[in-house]
């Protein structure tokens, strides 16, 4: 299984970016998607999850309303579109698949199988 990120940058305060993380290899039929973030010297922290067969969603508390967490079944796709994004939300960002979503997976990096490379995402003040 690999899984490649994209769509990572530089936006201001307040501004929105979209990450895409495309999934390939043997993938098991209900597989989900993690997004996590990791800033310099803080531990990697989980931002959401989907499971892609059947959209259900998790987020994280603080990106609720700001974080919006697709997926394309045909593709092997899924996206991570954030919005309203604040200095103290840069980090690498990383997508992970792994075979459930909710209250207990999405912050856990243990319970999450594979990983993308991660995509930089700054917010400048």
């Known amino acids: 299984v690999q899984l490649v990120e994209s769509g990572g940058g530089l936006v201001q305060t307040g501004g929105s970016l979209k990450l895409s993380c495309r999934a390939s290899g043997f993938l098991d039929p209900d597989y989900s998607i993690g997004w996590f973030r990791q800033a310099p010297g803080k531990k990697r922290e989980g931002v959401g999850c989907i499971t892609i067969t059947t959209g259900r969603t998790y987020y994280r508390s603080s990106v609720k309303g700001r974080f919006t967490i697709s997926g394309d079944n045909a593709k092997n796709t899924a996206y991570l579109q954030m919005y309203s994004l604040k200095p103290e939300e840069t980090a690498v960002y990383y997508c992970?698949?792994?075979?459930?979503?909710?209250?207990?997976?999405?912050?856990?990096?243990?319970?999450?199988?594979?990983w993308g490379q991660g995509t930089q995402v700054t917010v400048s003040s």
């Open positions: 992970a698949l792994g075979s459930g979503c909710g209250s207990i997976w999405y912050d856990d990096p243990k319970v999450w199988d594979y």
